[in-house]
């Protein structure tokens, strides 16, 4: 830990050209007194460079540079102080080049300028700092003019100017608050390297997953940056020295992206088509999750799976924590806890339970253990600078029998991924349905630093490294390896795996839940911003310990908790052993009674979250987003740490503090509407609202849509159930893609889906929802489709206009409509509208009587 603090510190260095020799003096004896601090030595003055493939290379005796257009938004640069660029490689890229350019070079004397449609980049040679700005050449993002590029040792770093307008954003899975210029810009220092964290403090930092990817936001204009490298990386916005955004990473290349906007919409689609997108998870996984450190044995998970069902509370999943194994080795089952896995998975599976098992990564070395044995013989396992196996404790030396250290398998490797894939097959085979990989940043007992010693040794895909290098990317690859060892066993199926630990571009594997808070009101409003931060860092699919995972919550705060966890696209439940009972049933009668009413309003919006999943997977933009995401012209939103968006319309403000008898909440600049009472609200200032232990506050803002379909008892029980299609009309037009398919397989790739454009328009005194552009071959099982309009007065006549031909439909008493006729009616300032779901382009218009029409 001394060796970073050092580093971080020495990005407050004063800037070259500052000589006053106090300063001077004090750093010399600074560096003596800690020669782990970097001296930096600046890149200096560049000879012109020389064009190479999509770019410029630049070499002078210090090191190397290239700048490369990846497409016309982003830019790349290398740069480090050698003579010879090493292998390009990357774990997170997964598309390098993502579009064309068509860049112009123009190399003079003293500068050099690449323009792309978009962007131009001017390069100064002496000293040599980078700039790029927008086709009108003014600068969105620069070096300091004082220090650009520097380096120490294998250390490299970076500083750019900040200015105090500019809002920064990201870098994963971070504590704090959303916005990272700090309190009244006292900015932040962040480090990127994967630590298991165990109740977390609120300030702690880093914890398990690093994405080296900030977002900055400037006047509501957006430019990204991404920092590809997996060593220890530390960035500095504005906390050292206030006007200065400085990155660099302990070791390698500083190999990072400049990604134009100008919407911070453009940055996540630009960052995303880099990185890689989520994939659609099955449905099922976006249920409400049920876990806790450990159900066992076979009696108590079949009686938690029976209580939900009894109560009456939606769930889909039940989850295996480690002491589901024999002494803690990975793929083996405690046969005295559980019999039979394959007849209890099977139970669970009839009566709507899918289960996730844990799979941590640290084998238990003990021969005659089929993976011990085998990794053995495969090579498969990290080693020692000395060749030999490294070993570690982790959970087998806890075991009660034969304790013993364990083994680590080198996920860097590919053969030993698709090793570490073939293992799960028997899992697979009991019947078990997703795969949780924890204590992956790697995590082991009993030495400070909490992980593998920075020497040990790893293939990196055939360039060998130490752990230095591959520790930040080490779950991610026990992820990929996991995610690829599912889709070769079970092709058809859509896996689901949770991880701990992981790196930029991990979203292509797992989900991510930020490891073990705490149950407290403080670690409950953290949990907000950092969802958030991990959306709009790549990471969509996200979720914290509903509940706090260390500790016992109050009633209340579970039910406050349960019900903001309504919003994370991944919501569980989990406690650690030994801590209270955290099932939604356990804080008395009143409680459930809430508690089960907001797992319902998670399954009725199921159909709302797919959507948004499925747009996370075309556009990298997440389900819960933070306000400025959607609305970065207002600078309301900009510090925004206690609200959210659950996709483009629906805000969510979850009522956060203890005792609550109103929630103040920021609308941004928009008509909105109360979601509960269906209320006109003006946006662009804070309001206040009532709230009792069951509220929820929240808004749509107006042309917005929800999706929704009747409470059911989990995903199983969807087909045929009504599909609720919320329109709040808007001044100005407004469409919404609305996504569906069979929820579990691959087909969807090939076509097999349904989507169609819902669009709300208004024309003199008509009002339109338009079903339009059906595309895909997926047909849901027959069942209505209800249109609910927000509308105050009383239409003259509702009609449905399908292949040109204009039909009225009959209205309907609340009597008739409870008996599920279809026609429309009225309810609670709603035009309700049901017909079955013909999946066919189809207007409904409404016609209003009485009104000029102007
Ligand atoms: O050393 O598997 O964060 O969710 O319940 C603790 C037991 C190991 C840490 C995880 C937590 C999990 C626990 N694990």
């Known amino acids: 830990m001394q060796e970073t603090t050092a580093h971080c510190e020495s990005a407050a260095y004063p800037r070259i050209g500052d000589k006053r020799p106090i300063i001077l003096a004090t750093l010399l004896l600074f560096l003596v007194l800690r020669p782990a601090a970097a001296q930096w030595q600046s890149l200096g003055d560049m000879p012109a460079p020389r064009r190479i493939e999509r770019g410029l290379l630049f070499r002078n005796a210090q090191g190397t540079v290239t700048v490369t257009v990846a497409t016309d938004d982003i830019v790349r640069v290398r740069f480090a102080p050698v003579q010879d660029l090493g292998r390009d490689h990357s774990y997170s890229i997964q598309v390098p080049n993502p579009g064309e350019s068509r860049a112009r070079f123009n ?76 309190n009244k810009l006292g900015g932040s220092s962040l480090a990127m390297w994967n630590s298991d964290t165990f109740a977390y403090g609120l300030g702690t930092d880093p914890l398990y997953a690093s994405v080296p990817f900030y977002l900055a936001l400037r006047g509501g204009q957006a430019y990204g940056v991404f920092l590809d490298n997996t060593h220890r990386t530390s960035f500095d916005v504005g906390r050292q020295s206030h006007g200065l955004l400085s990155f660099g990473a302990d070791g390698g290349e500083l190999d990072y992206y400049f990604i134009r906007g100008p919407h911070p919409k453009d940055v996540l689609r630009r960052f995303t088509a880099l990185t890689g997108r989520v994939p659609l998870p099955p449905l099922w996984a976006l249920g409400y999750h049920q876990c806790r450190y450990s159900y066992f044995p076979e009696s108590r998970v079949r009686e938690i799976a029976r209580a939900f069902r009894d109560k009456r509370i939606p769930a889909d999943v039940i989850w295996l924590d480690i002491d589901y194994q024999d002494g803690y080795r990975p793929f083996t089952w405690d046969r005295r806890r ?38 053995l013989a495969g090579d498969h396992f990290v080693k020692r600078p000395d060749g030999s196996v490294y070993e570690a404790d982790v959970w087998p030396s806890q075991a009660e029998k034969d304790p013993a250290p364990s083994v680590f398998p080198d996920f860097s490797r590919p053969a030993t991924r698709e090793w570490w894939g073939r293992l799960h097959a028997p899992l697979l085979d009991a019947g078990v349905d997703g795969i949780w ?44 390896a996991t995610w690829e060892g599912l889709v070769n066993l079970r092709p058809r199926e859509r896996p689901f795996i949770l991880t701990r630990a992981t790196f930029a571009g991990g979203q292509r594997y797992a989900a991510v ?56 696209p991944f919501m569980r439940t989990h406690a650690a052993k030994g801590s209270p009972d955290r099932e939604p049933w356990s804080f008395g009668e009143r409680h459930e009674e809430i508690n089960r009413r907001a797992i319902e309003l998670r399954y009725e919006l199921l159909p709302h979250l797919y959507n948004l999943m499925w747009e996370a997977g075309e556009t990298g933009l997440p389900p819960m987003r933070p306000l400025f995401l959607e609305h970065p012209e207002d600078p309301g939103t900009y510090d925004l740490d206690s609200e959210l968006l659950f996709g483009p319309d629906l805000l969510v403000a979850p009522v956060l503090d203890e005792g609550a008898k109103e929630r103040w909440l920021y609308l941004p600049k928009s008509d909105w509407y109360d979601f509960w009472t269906g209320r006109k609200e003006e946006g662009g200032k804070w309001t206040k609202t009532a709230v009792t232990l069951e509220s929820i506050p929240m808004f749509v803002r107006a042309g917005g849509m929800v999706f929704r379909q009747p409470v059911v008892q989990h995903t199983g029980e969807m087909p045929g159930k009504t599909l609720r299609v919320t329109v709040y009309p808007g001044a100005e037009p407004t469409a919404r893609w609305l996504y569906e398919d069979d929820g579990k397989s691959f087909d969807y790739q090939r076509g097999v889906y349904l989507r169609r454009s819902i669009g709300q328009l208004r024309q003199g005194d008509r009002f339109a929802v338009q079903v339009s552009q059906i595309q895909g071959t997926w ?14 007065g009383e239409p003259v006549k509702v009609g449905l206009m399908r292949n040109g031909e204009t039909a009225l439909l009959p209205r309907r008493t609340a009597e008739e409509w409870n008996q599920g006729m279809d026609g429309w009616t009225m309810a609670d300032g709603f ?15 409404l016609e209003e009587g009485g009104r000029d029409t102007g």
């Open 338 to 375: 559980f019999p039979d896995p394959p007849k209890m998975l099977a139970d669970l599976e009839s009566a709507g339970f899918k289960t996730v098992a844990i799979v941590d990564p640290h084998p238990k070395k003990e021969p005659g253990y089929p993976p011990y044995d085998q990794g």
């Open 513 to 568: 839940w930020p490891g073990d808070n705490v149950s407290t009101w403080d670690h409950f409003r953290g949990s907000i911003p950092m969802l958030l931060g991990m959306g709009i860092s790549g990471l969509p699919y996200v979720g914290a310990d509903i509940g706090g995972f260390v500790g016992g919550p109050t009633p209340e705060l579970y039910t406050r908790w349960l019900q903001a966890g309504v919003f994370s």
């Open 831 to 845: 035009v309700l509208v049901r017909q079955p779901d013909r999946v066919e382009e189809m207007w409904v218009i």
């Open 437 to 480: 990989n924890d204590m992956n940043e790697p995590a082991i007992f009993g030495v400070p630093s909490g992980t593998f010693p920075l020497d040990v040794r790893h293939d990196n895909e055939g360039a060998p490294t130490d752990h230095a290098e591959i520790h930040n990317v080490y779950g991610f690859l026990m992820n990929r």
């Open 107 to 182: 190399v003079e004397d003293a500068f050099s300028e690449i323009a792309t449609e978009s962007l131009r980049v001017l390069i100064r040679h002496r000293p040599f700092r980078v700039s790029f700005a927008g086709l009108d050449g003014v600068p969105i993002d620069e070096d300091d003019p004082g220090m650009g590029m520097a380096f120490s040792g294998a250390t490299v770093r970076v500083w750019k100017r900040l200015r105090d307008e500019d809002q920064v954003y990201g870098f994963g899975e971070k504590t704090g608050g959303l916005n990272k210029r700090g």
């Open 779 to 792: 047909r849901p099982a027959p069942r209505p489709i209800q249109f609910e309009i927000r509308w105050d």
